[in-house]
């Protein structure tokens, strides 16, 4: 693959638990801290949790307590769980590495998986 690939997106309740996968391109996973981010219509996407390469962790205000972000590198997946879903979480979820230096991600971003939150 040329891009990330997110899945496990889909149609959620509120207060439902939801959990998201990454798959990464070749050479974009293991040496490179890593993060998740989400883009609702009209807004700019935004940080939503960041893992280090050598597993730490943190996460936006907006899902901290209701978030655990992980990475397999055996398995170069990254993964999102997402607890007590709220309508606010509704997003395009995308995954991507960040930069070794500057930390910033890569431009590999994949198309995203959706995340809608209803009641």
């Known amino acids: 693959q040329a891009k990330f690939v997110e899945s496990g997106g889909g149609l959620m309740q509120p207060g439902r638990s939801l959990n998201l996968s990454c798959s990464a391109p070749?050479?974009?996973?293991?040496?490179?801290?890593m993060a998740w981010y989400r883009q609702i219509p009209g807004k700019e996407r935004e940080l939503v949790a960041k893992i280090e390469r050598d597993g730490g962790t943190s996460y936006a205000d907006s899902v901290k307590g209701r978030c655990t972000i992980s990475r397999d590198n055996a398995k170069k997946t990254m993964y999102l769980q997402i607890d007590n879903l709220k309508p606010e979480d509704t997003a395009v979820y995308f995954c991507?590495?960040?930069?070794?230096?500057?930390?910033?991600?890569?431009?590999?971003w994949g198309p995203g998986t959706q995340v809608t939150v209803s009641p």
């Open positions: 991507n590495v960040l930069m070794i230096g500057t930390l910033q991600p890569s431009n590999y």
């Open positions: 070749e050479n974009r996973f293991s040496p490179f801290d």
